[in-house]
């Protein structure tokens, strides 16, 4: 095992709904086969989850990235998409831009970025209308015991 | 008791003789539990969770479920049956589940009481502790009653260990409740007294071997359905109907098939799932923060509920019938014993005296860092494999393979399609090396 630890890239297609989750799936077993502890796998499976759907509802394609280390997870969620106006309200929880068709859906109730917030240790969100949405997150493994 | 004490204890087990070395049990097995080795399939210890899903899967009848038999009640001077819910499924209409609960008086015993009782009884419990402890939960809240679902959770989804809902089963409860009545009534010690549940499936015999959160069973056996069946419609002419032998109401007798126990845990918004593979998918779910609004969800291992056991003769879905029309026959006569039985007994009476603990069976390897070198090892490895999940090395799928090659248990040529390319290489070297002629018999510009 060198320094830089495990690194894998999941592609998510947009709209793709019979296969959401998968990504997030195998992010999940991955973490359970290196026994990393059960609060941090937790708050993986709910964060990356949400980041999945987030690609899946609302952009073109994307994917997530994730650099697992023993001590900490890394997860870039990238997409190109419509991008977000406001990152900081977007934050703000029931704050959501979705379409009724999604909502439709049981989607969209502006709890998805709150959520992945609430469950990491460390969040940043970068975005530019038109082009597309970057969001990391990390865990530590030491880290914050409850928030999902 | 006439079984190895291994460090599990296992009611499904390998008949060696009849395994033809197929695959079909290896990929059928939730757990992943099942590998093929020199022909024949064995079964990994600590993944199996005694759902039974290879003894439905296997065309040879090769895997079985081991039971007390009813020989084995004779060790005891007082003997009690007590039926699972779902029995009474098994017989058709002209047989009236209170003469079928009387049959049991010919086959040797003294006493019975249906744990559909019992779960009249965890019911209420349930109910009390889902509100009174709304707050303090993990949600959804999930059954404690199938104990391969329990299992499944300790080995495969060991994170969701404290949504378990930590309530006695309905056998235990009721099996507590008859040894301390008869020891009381009659003046019995409780060793004297054995208490044989008469069980749908293996892994509810693998629970009063090994019990699962409580420290000990007030079980004393558990013999198959499928025993008792023939020797109850042997003996109905014979019997007489003895009143008041049949004591749960529909709610408890509905617990026998899909949907009875959410049916009579009364909080709001509650899921009923089941068969093993659908109840893996759910908890996949409820891994990833879904189901947040469900309070509480009753989880079967087998289709339609207990009625789909493998220790069970009549077909599922007529026996799921069949408990229907009797749960509604039965009604809530004896809503008024269950009640005055409820009340006799504390809270603590009906939880889990231990922490039902995760036991997860996908770590790679104790050490973290050595975990993820051979995850990446077997990534590596995975991406050479054809990828079929053929089933030929006698893995379930390819990633198990390349895991057990990883871990030592397995060689990378054991993969046929590895093996055919190595032959074929060496098929074309030799090939090559034939052509090859002495320098002597060459012809001037060949073989140079």
């Known amino acids: ?35 990393a502890p059960y609060g941090v796998i937790k708050r993986v499976a709910i964060a990356s ?27 870039v969620a990238r997409d190109r998409g419509p991008g977000i106006p406001n990152t900081e309200k977007a934050m703000e929880e029931g704050y959501s831009t979705a379409s009724a068709e999604i909502r439709e859906m049981g989607f969209g109730a502006g709890m998805g970025l709150p959520n992945i917030k609430k469950a990491s240790d460390w969040m940043q969100i970068d975005s530019e209308v038109g082009v597309g949405t970057c969001v990391q997150i990390k865990f530590f493994f030491n880290g914050k015991t409850d928030g999902v | 008791m006439e079984y190895e004490l291994n460090k599990y204890f296992h009611s499904v087990r390998l008949v ?9 049990c290896i990929r059928t097995c939730p757990t992943e539990a099942i590998r093929v080795r020199n022909g024949k399939a064995t079964i990994i210890e600590e993944k199996c ?40 499924g098994q017989f058709s209409k002209k047989y009236k589940l209170e003469k079928v609960l009387s049959a049991f008086l010919f086959l040797g015993f003294d006493e019975i009481l249906e744990v559909g009782f019992g779960a009249d009884l965890v019911a209420r419990a349930a109910t009390e502790y889902l509100q009174s402890q709304a707050i303090f939960l993990s949600k959804p809240v999930i059954s404690s009653a199938c ?8 080995v495969k989804y060991p994170g969701l260990a404290e949504n378990i809902l930590p309530m006695q089963s ?41 019990p699962v959160g409580t420290n000990r069973s007030w079980v004393d056996g558990a013999i198959a359905v499928s025993e008792t069946v023939n020797n109850i419609k042997m003996n109905f002419n014979r019997v007489s109907e003895s009143a008041g032998v049949q004591k749960a109401s529909n709610g408890g007798i509905g617990w026998g098939r899909r949907g009875g126990e959410a049916a009579t845990v009364k909080v709001p918004n509650k899921l009923s799932v089941d068969g093993i593979h659908h109840v893996s998918s759910v908890l996949e779910r409820i891994e990833a923060g879904g189901f947040k609004g469900i309070n509480f969800i009753e989880a079967q291992a087998c289709v339609g509920g207990c009625v789909g056991g493998v220790l069970m003769v009549e077909n599922p879905f007529m026996a799921k019938l069949k408990v229907d029309i009797v749960s509604e026959q039965v009604g809530e006569k004896n809503e008024w014993l269950i009640e005055k039985a409820y009340k006799e007994n504390p809270r603590e009476y009906y939880l889990l005296t231990e922490k039902i603990k995760p036991r997860p069976i996908g770590r790679l390897d104790a050490d973290m860092g050595e975990a993820m070198r051979k995850l990446q090892e077997i990534e590596a490895l995975c991406a050479e494999l054809p990828g079929i999940d053929c089933g030929s090395c006698g893995c379930p799928t390819c990633r198990a393979f390349a895991e057990d090659v990883v871990s030592g248990m397995m060689m990378r040529m054991d993969c ?7 032959v074929r290489s060496l098929a074309q070297e030799i090939s090559a090396l034939a052509e090859k002629l002495p320098h002597a018999m060459q012809e001037k510009g060949a073989n140079q």
């Open chain 1, 1 to 35: 095992m060198d320094l830089h630890g495990i690194y894998k890239e999941f592609p998510v297609k947009g709209g793709d709904f019979a296969r959401a989750g998968e990504a997030a799936g195998k992010l999940k077993n991955i973490l359970k086969q290196i026994g």
């Open chain 1, 49 to 75: 989850y949400e980041m999945e759907m987030n690609i899946v509802l609302y952009a073109d394609e994307g994917k997530l990235c994730v650099n697992i280390k023993p001590r900490e997870v890394f997860i």
């Open chain 2, 416 to 422: 046929l399609f590895d093996l055919r390319d190595r």
């Open chain 2, 49 to 88: 969770i005694d759902c039974g899903e290879c003894i439905r899967t296997c065309p040879n009848d090769a895997k079985i479920a081991f039971a007390d038999t009813l020989e084995s009640i004779k060790k005891y001077s007082y003997k009690i049956a007590i039926p699972a819910p779902s029995l009474v």
């Open chain 2, 170 to 210: 309905p056998m235990e409860v009721t099996a507590h409740f008859i040894k301390e009545d008869v020891s009381r009534r009659l003046g019995m010690g409780k060793a004297d007294i054995g208490v044989f549940f008469i069980t749908p499936c293996p892994a509810k015999v693998t629970v009063v071997k090994q």
């Open chain 2, 16 to 24: 060696e003789d009849k395994c033809k070395g197929c695959t079909h």
């Open chain 2, 147 to 154: 104990p391969a679902v329990v299992k499944l959770i300790q």
